[in-house]
Each structure stands twice: as C-alpha cells, then as structure tokens.
C-alpha cells in the first residue's frame, strides 16, 4: 500500500520550563512511507530524528499536523506501532523466553499454542534458543537487546520504529541483527522506520534514506538505495564497492555541509 504512514505538516516546538526559550524542532513537515518499505532517517544529532520518530509511535504529541496509519489518524501509542530504543529493556524477573513470549501477551489474532510457535520462531531468529531459560539479568547487553527487538516483533506491530536499536552493541551482534532486519523486513513486508547515526548501516538496510537538516528539520535529501545499490546484493555481501563508497562519500558531504551551514559558514 503506497503512502501507508502519512505525516502531514507536522511541527514541533519545545519550550523551557520558564516558558523562555524556545526550540523549534520541526517546521511544517510532510512525508508517506509505503507499506513495507524501510526508511532510514540520517541528519545531524539533534536535528529532531528521534522526536519526529516519537511522535510517529504517540509518545510525543505535535503541536500542529497529523500522522495517519492505513488511513486512520494516530494519536496515543497503541500495538500498531512497536518501538525500540538504544537502551536496553527487558524484564529481569522473567528470562528470555517469557520476556519475548510477553511481547504476544495483547494478540488476539492468534491462539495461545501459536502464541508459543511465535515465541520460539523470534526466539531462534535472534539466536537465543540456548539461553530461553536465563533470567535478562544473566545475560550480556547485546543478548538483552536481541530479547528486546525478538519481543517487538512478537507483539506484531504493523509499523517497526527503532531508534539506533544497533548503537550500543558489538560489531558481531550489529551485523548479524543488521542481516536479520533486512530479512524479517523482506519475509514479513515490515514497514519501518530507522534513525541512526551510522552511514554505513543507513546504505546497508535501507529502501529509502532520508537526510534531515539541521533544527528545525526538514528532508534536505531523499535516496533511494536501490536504484544504485540491487537489495539483493547488499544482503549477500556482493554489492558494487565502487558505487557503495560514493554513496557513503556523498552522504557524508552533504551531512558536512548541513554542519556548517548550521554553524553559520556557509
Ligand atoms: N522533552 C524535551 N524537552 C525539551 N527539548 C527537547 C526534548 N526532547 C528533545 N528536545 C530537544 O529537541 C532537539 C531534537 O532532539 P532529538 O532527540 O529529536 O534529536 P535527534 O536528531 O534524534 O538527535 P541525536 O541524533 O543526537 O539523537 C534537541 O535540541 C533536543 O535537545
């Protein structure tokens, strides 16, 4: 479905809490992302990334514009749209296994004997199975945020919002939950939504990358990776190095010049 999630001139201003200062952080901002479509948002760190992500999942609220889902406005977080942040969460009363298992707790779309099939397929998709009895206190930071991304998508959501859910972890673990994302989002045609820091890991999962300006952000550039660099050899390691460095080079100028041109020397 083509412009499954619409953002309708979204804006956003923070104040201080004297009500003094403000800080604008969106201006009028439109964009649609497709069913199923991965979109990374890239731009310089404090640009809004995160609060726009926020207020896609309604855990923050606008102060102008409105996001639709498959033609209905959002407002409160509810199942459609499941997040996931930097920082680890988990239940450390529970072990890996109910921890992900809880993820299907609100599902009436399936039985509960299906509701242990899906515990067990993100439980193996995240390559835990041999720790599915450890209490998430037992295991590393890496091992918690696999538990964490594996509960999300148990709970099914239609949208998958993660916020630099790679950023804190190993290079092993990121790769191997890089190649697990591009996969679950071609099998399950999951559309989602990505902010990172990290150009690479923009180039490498994404259909679309947007740009975003400095505050108060706008998209200052759209790519869609595809047209240069074929999905299919970007997951099976066989992608053109040539046109995957000028791309990152690219990508990283025109970061560069958002930076001074936010800094007034340009
Ligand atoms: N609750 C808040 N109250 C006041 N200001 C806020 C609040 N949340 C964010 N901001 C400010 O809004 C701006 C955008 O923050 P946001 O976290 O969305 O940026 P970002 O692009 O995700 O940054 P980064 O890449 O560094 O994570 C920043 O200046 C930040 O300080």
Redo the contacts with the bound molecule.
Sequence with gaps: MQNFITINDISKT?WSSDGKVE?P?IQPLSLSIDEGELVMFL?P???????LMRIVGGLETQDKGSITLAGDVLSDPDRRRGMVFQAYSSFPWLTVRQNIKFGTRYRKDISNAEKEEVTDRYLNMVGLSNYADFYTNRISGGMRQRVAIARTLASSPDVLLMDEPFGALDAQTREFLQFQLMDINKQEKKTTIF?T?DVEEAILLADRILIFSA?PTRVIKEIRVGDVLPYDDRRNGTANMEAFFRMRGEILEILRQEYRRAQGET
């Design positions: 923070f800080t952080v731009g760190s404090g640009c809004g990334k995160t609060t902010v820091h505050r």
